[in-house]
C-alpha cells in the first residue's frame, strides 16, 4: 500500500499550503484586534494552521492506517451527531452505527464496491429490527429516521473519501479535494463577513451571501488548475470537474448539516479546534463532495482517451 510522506510532490505540496497559512496566520494577527470579521479569519487561519499538518499526515499514510483515520473521524462525526440530536443515550442506536462504520471500512479495504453501495439499505433493515427487538415503539420512527440520515450522510457517504484512496494517486486526490473543498468554504465566508449584502438563504445560513459563492467559486477553479499536478492527467477536465464538485458539493453540504442545526436550534456542541466549531463542521462540505468526486474520477479514469469536452 502507498506511502507518500517522502515523495517530493506530497513534500513540495506540503510547503506551499502551510506556507500560505502560516504567511496569512501572521498578517492576521497583526489586524484581528481592527473588528470583529478579522478576529474570526484569524481564528479559522490558527485552526488551519493546527488541522493541516495533522490531514497531510493521515491522507499520506499507508493506505490501511489512512482508512481507520476515516473511520475515527465518521465515528466521532456519528456521536455530534446523536448529541445534536439528544439521540447519544439510545445506544443501540449508536452501537450500531459504529459497527456500520466498521462495516464501510471493511469493505473499502476489500474492494467489494457492489456490497458497500447495498450497505444503505442492509442498515436499514437492522436498525429497523431494534424496535421489534426491544419491543417498543415510543419515538423509534423518529429515531429510525435520524440514525439512517446519520449513516447516509457521515457514514457511506463521507467514507467515499476511502474509495477516492484507492484510485491512481488516490492520496493525492483526497489531498487535493479536501484543499479545494476547504478553500471555497473559507473564502466564501471570508468575503461575505467583509463585503456581502445579498443573503443567499438568509433562514438557514445568514452568513453567507452570493457575493462570497460568486467569488470564491472561480477562485476554487482557478486553485484547482494551479493544483492539477496532483491529479492522474492534468488535462481540463479533470481539473475543471475537480473545481466544480468542491464547489457545488461542499456548498451542499454545508447547506444541508445547517438545515439540520437550525431545525435543531444548537450551533454546536463542544468546540474541535478554535475558530472550527465542532467536530461535525469539520467535515460537512465533504458528505457531499466525496462521493460526487470518486465517480467523476472514476469515470475520467475509465476514459483516460477522452482529450477534451468536446467530442
Not at 30 to 35: G, K, N, Q, V
Not at 37 to 46: E, F, I, K, Y
Amino acid at each position: 500500500m502507498w506511502q507518500i510522506w517522502h515523495e517530493p510532490t506530497y513534500v513540495q505540496t506540503f510547503a506551499i499550503v502551510m506556507g500560505v497559512l502560516l504567511t496569512l496566520t501572521v498578517g492576521f494577527f497583526f489586524l484581528r484586534s481592527r473588528s470583529p470579521q478579522l478576529q474570526a479569519g484569524w481564528a479559522s487561519l490558527v485552526s488551519w494552521s493546527i488541522a493541516t499538518p495533522v490531514l497531510f499526515v493521515l491522507l499520506g499514510a499507508s493506505g490501511n492506517w489512512a482508512l481507520i483515520g476515516l473511520g475515527i473521524v465518521s465515528v466521532m462525526a456519528f456521536k455530534i451527531f446523536f448529541q445534536l440530536t439528544g439521540m447519544y443515550h439510545r445506544s443501540y442506536f449508536v452501537w450500531l452505527s459504529y459497527g456500520g462504520v466498521a462495516a464501510l471500512c471493511y469493505l473499502i479495504h476489500t474492494g467489494s464496491r457492489e456490497l458497500y453501495n447495498t450497505m444503505p439499505m442492509i442498515f436499514f433493515a437492522a436498525i429497523c429490527l431494534i424496535p421489534i427487538v426491544r419491543n417498543s415503539h415510543k419515538q423509534m420512527i423518529q429515531y429510525m429516521a435520524l440514525t439512517l440520515m446519520a449513516f447516509m450522510f457521515l457514514g457511506w457517504s463521507f467514507l467515499h473519501m476511502g474509495w477516492i484512496l484507492k484510485l491512481d494517486r488516490g492520496p493525492y486526490l483526497a489531498i487535493y479535494i479536501t484543499i479545494l473543498t476547504e478553500v471555497f468554504d473559507n473564502l466564501s465566508l471570508a468575503v461575505s463577513r467583509f463585503f456581502g449584502n445579498h443573503k443567499m438563504f438568509s433562514r438557514i445560513t445568514p452568513r453567507r451571501n452570493w457575493e462570497g459563492f460568486f467569488v470564491a467559486a472561480p477562485l476554487t477553479i482557478l486553485l484547482a488548475f494551479s493544483f492539477r499536478h496532483l491529479l492522474p492527467e492534468q488535462s481540463e477536465q479533470w481539473w475543471i470537474a475537480s473545481g466544480i464538485a468542491a464547489v457545488f458539493g461542499g456548498s451542499l453540504g454545508d447547506l444541508v448539516l445547517s438545515v439540520i442545526r437550525r431545525d435543531l436550534g444548537i450551533k454546536d456542541v463542544g468546540v474541535f479546534i478554535i475558530g472550527r466549531g465542532d467536530f461535525l463542521s469539520v467535515i460537512d462540505r465533504l458528505i457531499f463532495v466525496a462521493p460526487i468526486f470518486y465517480y467523476l474520477m472514476w469515470y475520467l479514469e475509465a476514459n483516460k482517451t477522452l482529450t477534451s469536452w468536446v467530442p
